[in-house]
């Protein structure tokens, strides 16, 4: 019977072959044949690429590479937490390609040890930056829009019970342990992402009492966002507070220090109470030159609030020629470095790279990809400051973006520029495109889909240019693929596989020996004898981490 069936099966084969058309174009990828392999290579082709040699001779050298590489087990005194809002790996991919060519490898892209994590929320499939900042600073996934508070709550609820339903995550288990803490980005600083440092909220929204009021909701039973950072259990500990968002700080009937209105209706002006409740070795900032004229050796705090909302795209700072008077990410990340290394005990430094996400918004690739430059810059910056042997560095995103790296442009070509032309319109269609957006109006002559416009005319060099989108959208919306986690340092080696986004402060807080592995199991304070995760009671803890990660990581594959 199988000798049978054999012969059927090579007679159904060799009747489908003999009967096949071949096509004029390649089946896998519906564009035309090229009539010599040459006329498909472009110019900008190194010619050892073109050796078999070449590409057998560069994966032994990944190969020796990895089998070098030696995990450090000892507990991590410092860890720098590193967030690039909305860095899909399509923005990293077409960053290379930004700063040069396919082999450029963004800083962190050097880092040993890669783990994927799953970004969405527990009532939607895919994140906004309340729900992610929650699962991956402080342990728990929540619904979309709040930020630490349980999921059990609904969305701008003013009627649970703070004392049941709130909770806080690493820098309050990095404060608890003694660290000094430190937090950074370039949107304002009440902006969803940096509020999960310091902050519970049932809305996103909640930035200063103006916004929880408007909702019905008693200010004094649930503090705003700005407030939470000034007398907070966690904010008011903060050793370094550097980004924007002055409004949320400062009385509507108010200037500030730009003469820029606040939003307050309180009256209450947060930045003099901040002040005043540092009164000796701190220091307040509102601009660079107020940053970099801080005695990093006297001052023990530091608040610096750079704009009255979000602070300016890199591109708008150089074209604006306003590099003396508004820092950049890398400015604000070394003053806080070099405040917080002096700090015996060890520190947390957390930095968002906010400007990703906000590009994306506004389907901007060019701003997108050069504030993803920037954020590189600012880990190597990082790692050139700290020591690989005490300092624990994790780069991750909160989720994604709807993005592409499409179409087959030749090596070389512009990542910004012209990608291809269609086979159906024959009009030019951009390397990189959008889901959805304002890019919209850019890409279709009316709403109803009926032709496209051609697209030639547009100035792809202006960063304000808006590229190409399929569904009109006033904001373009989010992705929901997994983000890449990149881990150097002490025990950077259990960042590894596919994991809950929420596993991530899991790990982090095991390898500092903070939050609930500050204590060995017998109740004492953990020591350095236990730092090994193959002796004493930290071996118990390591193999539960390490054996979760795997079965994680056996269901995503038997459910593939």
């Known amino acids: 019977m199988r000798v049978i069936f054999a012969i059927l099966s090579t007679l159904l084969v060799v009747s489908t072959a ?45 190969i020796k590479a990895k089998l070098q590489q030696q995990s450090i087990v000892s507990r991590a005194k410092n860890v720098v937490y590193l967030i690039g809002d909305g860095m899909s790996s399509q923005t990293t991919a077409a960053t290379r390609m930004y700063l040069g060519d396919e082999n450029v490898v963004l800083s962190f892209e050097q880092f040993p040890y890669v783990a994927t994590a799953k970004t969405y929320c527990v009532d939607r499939q895919v994140a906004d930056s309340a729900c992610s900042v929650t699962a991956f600073l402080s342990g728990v996934k929540t619904n979309y829009r709040m930020i630490n508070v349980s999921p059990a709550v609904s969305d701008s609820d003013c009627g649970y019970d703070r004392e049941e339903s709130e909770f806080l995550g690493l820098l309050k288990w990095a404060q608890d342990a003694g660290l000094a803490t430190g937090l950074v980005t370039n949107t304002r600083i009440t902006h969803a992402t940096p509020a999960g440092a310091y902050a519970s909220v049932s809305s996103r929204d909640w930035e200063d009492d103006s916004y929880v009021t408007s909702d019905g909701c008693d200010v004094a039973e649930y503090p705003d966002i700005a407030q939470q950072l000034i007398h907070g259990e966690v904010g008011k500990k903060f050793n370094v507070i550097l980004g924007g968002g002055r409004r949320h700080f400062v009385p509507s009937t108010e200037l500030d220090d730009e003469n820029v209105a606040g939003s307050r209706g309180d009256g209450r002006n947060l930045i003099n109470e901040w002040k005043e409740a540092h009164p000796s070795n701190s220091a307040y900032v509102w601009n ?26 890199n591109m708008e700072i150089d074209d604006q020629q306003l590099g003396d008077v508004k820092p950049k990410l890398t400015e604000m990340v070394e003053v806080a470095l070099k405040l917080l290394t002096k700090r015996t005990e060890g520190f947390f430094l957390f930095v968002e790279s906010g400007k990703i996400d906000m590009a994306h918004h506004g389907d901007q690739p060019r701003l997108a990809l050069d504030e993803t430059a920037e954020f590189s810059r600012v880990v190597e910056l990082v790692r050139n400051m700290t020591s690989e042997e005490d300092t624990l560095i994790v780069v991750t995103s909160d989720h994604g973006h709807t993005m592409t790296y499409n179409g087959y442009p030749k090596r070389g070509n512009d990542i910004l520029g012209i990608g291809g032309y269609s086979d159906e319109d024959g009009l030019p269609y951009t390397t990189l495109s959008y889901a959805n ?74 390898a500092a020996k903070i939050g609930q592995y500050r204590q060995t199991e017998n109740g004492g304070e953990d020591d350095d004898e236990d730092d090994d995760p193959g002796t004493g009671s930290s071996l118990a803890v390591y193999v539960k981490l390490m054996v979760a990660c795997g079965v994680v990581a056996l269901l995503n594959r038997l459910k593939w």
């Open 18 to 62: 003999s009967n096949e058309v071949y096509p004029t174009y390649d089946n896998d990828h519906q564009h035309p044949r090229s009539s010599s392999i040459t006329s498909r290579q472009s110019t900008f082709i190194d010619a050892e690429e073109l050796t078999s040699e070449f590409w057998r001779q560069k994966a032994q050298e990944t």
């Open 288 to 313: 660079k030159p107020g940053l970099q004229s801080i005695d990093v050796s006297t001052t023990e705090n530091v608040l610096g609030l750079f704009e009255s909302s979000n602070l300016l795209y």
């Open 437 to 510: 957006g304002e890019g919209y109006y850019n890409t279709y002559k009316d709403v109803n889909y009926a032709e496209r416009l051609d697209i030639s005319s547009l100035d792809l060099s202006d960063y304000h240019t808006k590229y190409m989108a399929t569904v009109p959208l006033s904001s373009e919306a989010h992705g929901g693929e997994d983000v890449t986690v990149y881990a150097s340092g002490p025990m950077a080696h259990i960042f590894r596989g596919t994991v809950e986004q929420n596993v991530l402060p899991e790990l982090i807080s095991y």
